[in-house]
């Protein structure tokens, strides 16, 4: 079947007529050759299109050479950590806080001024108040950058409308509420006002989850609470373990309560200076430093312990003392004129000054068994800290022995590491602590879901034990890192 020819452009190639003049003889046989290639009726679409193709697949193929191989990257939008893989960014966690009322929020502020001898009066403009300084703020700073205006730096964004939530966000200051007033019993005071009640509280919030349809739709698997305190929600805590818990250790909870499946390990704040100086041991004159309180409950008798060693020692500084602002100051300096920094084992497995020696570039040294770490799938703490076993560590000469055996050059390493991650410590870093947290809470969402689902259809059963809620950890028994 015959097609109907294509028109053509006027200044294309066309093959002769009939009518055109026959070629000269006088033409060399290089001429013709390149004549009747020009003139050939079937030729024009390959001998061009094939030797364009490959000149622009050769174009292509050096490009990507170029690009891959030979360029620069810019450093200053490299991924925050080098040394992690980067996922695909999908969308972020949105979060519903829940608008308390204002009595489990800015009223526990109020409340513990009043305590202390402060305004007797409600604030004119709650928003003025001050939180006060304590080694638990993560309630207020996560509060605070969740009520914030503009929040596109954020990994989480903050929804208006419930029904577009993925997780529920409780804003008790539960760990301020802990310490408002821990001294007067429950009761009236003075004057006839009713003195604050954690316990009441606790048991306020509750009754008011109870009443709510979010709480009620998924038993409380999608809702997230701070206790950070290790004491928080004590009384509470078995009504919202479902939950998110954001917590500083699992040193009070039950492995039927808590674990690092649903949970998050919090920073405790630093309650130091942060060292601005460089990494060096020039003017770390001492070896080891500790300032803190030598008579512990539980696993914190170990204490007492190492105090009998190591207060004999010469290169070493080791003093008994409590919170104030006096003992900081003094912890400061010691902190940063020591090359190690010990962290034994409190009445909870962690405590502040951990973190104290992180900001400080003192190489933190554990002795804590049971010790839970923040942030540990993007932090290698064997990289900036030394964690030996108690049993060793109360060993006459070991851990002094140990200490002594470090090079400089493996304590210059320690400090550049601890002086790359100690961002992850700072509250009140736009890329610190707060930022971090809420990646961990949002790692959390699929099991989350998956937890929801699963408990919406499992039938009634007797359970001898905890149920999908413990993780078997610490099996290695290593003795010491280094």
Same mark, same amino acid.
């Given at each position: 079947?015959?097609q ?109 001024a ?33 009520i ?34 821990p ?37 409380g ?33 039950g492995?039927?309560?808590a ?22 041991v020039e003017? @770390? #004159?001492?070896?080891? !430093? ?6 512990? *409950?539980? %696993?914190?008798? &170990?204490?007492? /312990? ?51 020696a ?23 703490? @064997? #990289?900036?800290?030394? !964690? ?6 109360v *060993?006459? %000469?070991?851990? &002094?022995?140990? /200490? ?19 961002r ?52 290695s ?6």
């Amino acid at each position: 079947m015959s097609q109907r020819p294509k028109s053509r452009p006027p200044n294309s190639h066309s093959p002769p007529s009939s009518s055109s003049p026959p070629s000269s003889p006088s033409l060399d046989a290089k001429s013709q050759a390149l004549t009747a290639l020009s003139l050939a009726p079937t030729m024009p679409r390959k001998s061009i299109l094939k030797p364009t193709l490959a000149t622009l697949l050769s174009l292509l193929a050096l490009y990507a050479f170029f690009t891959t191989f030979l360029s620069t990257p810019d450093p200053t939008h490299l991924p925050s950590s080098s040394l992690q893989s980067s996922p695909e960014k999908s969308a972020p966690l949105r979060i519903y806080m829940y608008d308390l009322p204002k009595k489990f929020t800015y009223g526990v502020i109020e409340s513990y001024a009043k305590a202390r001898g402060g305004s007797k009066s409600p604030a004119d403009d709650v928003s003025r108040l001050k939180y006060p300084g304590n080694q638990h703020p993560a309630e207020w700073y996560l509060f605070s950058d969740l009520i914030r205006p503009d929040r596109d730096d954020s990994v989480v964004t903050r929804v208006l409308d419930p029904e577009q939530a993925d997780l529920f966000y409780v804003p008790f200051f539960s760990s301020l509420s802990l310490v408002v007033n821990p001294i007067r019993p429950v009761g009236l005071a003075g004057d006839g006002v009713p003195v604050y009640s954690d316990e009441e509280m606790q048991e306020e919030l509750i009754r008011w989850l109870e009443e709510q349809v979010y709480w009620r739709r998924n038993n409380g698997w999608d809702h997230v609470f701070v206790c950070q305190d290790p004491n928080a929600l004590y009384k509470v805590v078995d009504r919202v373990k479902n939950g998110v818990l954001l917590v500083s250790d699992f040193g009070r909870l039950g492995h039927d309560q808590a674990s690092l499946v649903k949970d998050v390990i919090l920073p405790y704040a630093h309650r130091i200076n942060t060292f601005k100086g460089e990494v060096g041991v020039e003017d @770390r #004159k001492s070896l080891l !430093f500790f300032m803190g309180n030598r008579y512990r *409950k539980e %696993g914190g008798k &170990i204490r007492d /312990l190492l105090f009998q060693l190591l207060e004999v020692e010469e290169d070493v500084i080791i003093k008994h003392g409590a919170q104030s602002r006096e003992s900081r100051r003094m912890a400061s300096q010691g902190m940063h004129t020591s090359k190690f920094c010990l962290h034994p084992a409190g009445d909870t497995p962690s405590a502040c000054r951990l973190f104290d020696a992180i900001v400080s570039l003192c190489v933190p040294v554990i002795v804590s068994d049971y010790i839970e770490l923040p942030f540990e799938d993007v932090i290698d703490y @064997r #990289k900036i800290a030394i !964690f030996v076993d108690s049993s060793s560590a109360v *060993k006459p %000469g070991f851990l &002094i022995k140990l /200490l002594q055996g470090v090079s400089t050059e493996r304590i210059l390493e320690f400090q550049q590491e601890l002086k790359k991650v100690k961002r992850y410590f700072e509250y009140e870093d736009p890329n610190g602590a707060v930022n971090e947290i809420w990646r961990q809470v949002s790692l959390k969402l699929p099991l989350i879901k998956l937890m929801i689902n699963r408990d919406k259809r499992l039938v009634k059963r007797e359970l001898t034990g905890p149920d999908c809620s413990c993780l078997c950890s610490n099996q290695s028994g290593i003795q010491t890192t280094l």
